[in-house]
């Protein structure tokens, strides 16, 4: 580990060994069990046979308290093979959860793997990297707490967004690959709301480019569309910390706290300087922690996240006991313009001394609608060309977008500062997933600081499936 990367965490759980030499082996003597499984949600009133991960406490996934180890069974009954990838966790290679680089093979139903590393504290997820089990809803929360969140005088609330098809995943790829598929630049719902569209939203669509390629029959927030909202109970003149995370496979959203402003506090688990904001773009993968102060007038406050170029939403209601909880409709009045890089723009990391990049690679980010192939470099996985870099090296990365849709890339076993946003550069966030939009570049700097090979791809599933995904390799 260099100490560009570690210094402050490993200042932060030296503290915490210190103060509690084996609290976490007395609180668990056996190890945490997380259970892959099938399960029945209600959408729109329709019954759904879906999977999900659930908690030693019956929850959807995994909060850890500050200083405990990730340690735990994960047991598969979901009556198929699976693997669970830790997304925002740092572990060794085999452990990462992926069987793609070839550390860890399926685990068969029935069966089960152990975990055991020191998890990196923050709002991550969990999810399957197996095929698309990711759009079952094979996915959830993985909070790991810290010190700071402790000392912080807030109502935590975390929100995992999905997107949902009654449909089988295969039959939604299948769709696509055979060109039925919508590709106007719109979905199906947004080309029926054209003529509602704003300009604004308009003037930041490009000739050609295209949004979302999946037409979904629900959005999930904590797996309840607006029909019927999850609702918690907050305080009066309260502060509420929410954890945002858009674990939906193929739709990034925009996501506002009903006319509040709220403050960003971190990206991706990583700390960010403060920055205020009413609404703020969350693409596939990424999350954001959101510092809300709530009125003194004890009404409901509503955090909607809205699909991008589209007017589709979904979300939860934080109400004060006694509020009015209003009817929300799951249709916004207007078009949501597509997600950029207007908030990333703003974002510097916390605590973070970056250094120079000693080596510079360059990718492109390529593929098509028509055929439904996406690519780096023009290859697909099987015909990859490895990021190969040295241990020990500071290696920027610089993603160029020259495709018609945009990309979340997600790099496994590292956190990367955004370093240039569209060639200007940036001291940036600290994350593990960015955007890099139509038409643009990002460049983001990482330290080798855990060898292996890991994966490198664009966490919109469908691409990623089609061919969208490199390693990065060290020895
Ligand atoms: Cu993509």
Not at 319 to 338: N, Y
Not at 344 to 357: H, I, K, N, T
Not at 395 to 424: C, Q, R, T
Request: glycine share 10%.
């Amino acid at each position: 580990m260099t100490l560009r990367l570690s210094r402050r965490q490993f200042v932060a759980s030296a503290a915490l060994v210190l103060a509690t030499p084996a609290l976490g082996r007395m609180a668990y003597a056996a190890p945490l069990t997380l259970t892959a499984e099938r399960r029945t949600i209600e959408v729109r009133g329709k019954p759904a046979s879906v999977l999900g991960l659930r908690g030693p406490g019956g929850e959807s996934g995994l909060v850890l308290p500050p200083g405990e180890a990730f340690r735990l069974r994960l047991e598969n009954r979901i009556g198929e093979p699976t693997i669970i990838h830790w997304h925002g966790q740092t572990p060794p290679p085999d452990q990462d959860g992926v069987t793609d680089t070839g550390y860890a093979r399926p685990i068969a139903d029935g069966g089960f793997a152990d975990y055991d590393f020191a998890p990196r504290t923050g709002t991550h997820w969990m999810h399957s990297h197996h095929g698309l089990q990711e759009m079952r809803l094979l996915a959830a929360p993985l909070i790991v707490r810290g010190k700071d969140d402790l000392a912080r005088d807030a109502q935590e609330v975390t929100v995992l967004l999905h997107d949902f098809s009654f449909k089988a995943p295969e039959e939604l790829v299948a769709g696509l690959a055979g060109g039925m598929m919508n590709h106007g630049g719109m979905d199906m719902g947004g080309m029926g709301t054209m003529g509602g569209m704003d300009h604004s939203a308009m003037g930041h669509m490009m000739p050609g480019m295209d949004l979302n390629d999946v037409e979904f029959d629900a959005y999930l927030a904590n797996d309840r569309t607006l029909d019927d909202p999850q609702v918690v109970t907050v305080e009066t003149g309260g502060r509420v910390y929410l954890r945002l995370i858009n674990g939906a496979a193929a739709t990034a959203f925009w996501v506002d706290f009903g006319g509040l402003t709220g403050t960003v506090m971190a990206v991706d688990g990583n700390p960010v300087k403060p920055v205020e904001v009413a609404k703020v773009p969350l693409a596939q993968g990424q999350r954001i922690d959101i510092l809300l102060q709530l009125g003194t007038d004890g009404a409901a406050v509503p955090v909607l996240a809205q699909r991008e170029g589209d007017r589709a939403r979904t979300g939860i209601v934080l109400a004060p006991t006694g509020a009015s909880v209003p009817r929300i409709a799951d249709k916004a009045a207007e078009v949501a313009p597509p997600v950029d890089l207007s908030l990333e723009s703003l974002l510097v990391a916390e605590g973070v001394d970056a250094r120079p990049a000693e080596v510079t690679r360059r990718i492109r980010l390529t593929g098509s609608m028509m055929p439904y192939v996406w690519t780096i470099d023009d290859r697909s996985w099987a015909d990859r060309l490895p990021v190969a870099v040295k241990p020990g090296q500071c290696v920027a990365v610089e993603m160029v977008n020259e495709s018609m849709m945009a990309h979340p890339m997600h790099l496994h076993g590292h956190h990367f500062d955004v370093a240039a946003l569209n060639g200007k550069p940036v001291a940036g966030a600290r994350r593990d997933t960015v955007l890099v939009p139509v038409g643009g570049r990002v460049t983001i700097a990482f330290d080798a600081d855990n060898a292996g090979r890991w994966l490198f791809h664009c966490h919109n599933l469908l691409h990623m499936a089609t061919g969208m995904m490199t390693e990065v390799t060290y020895a």
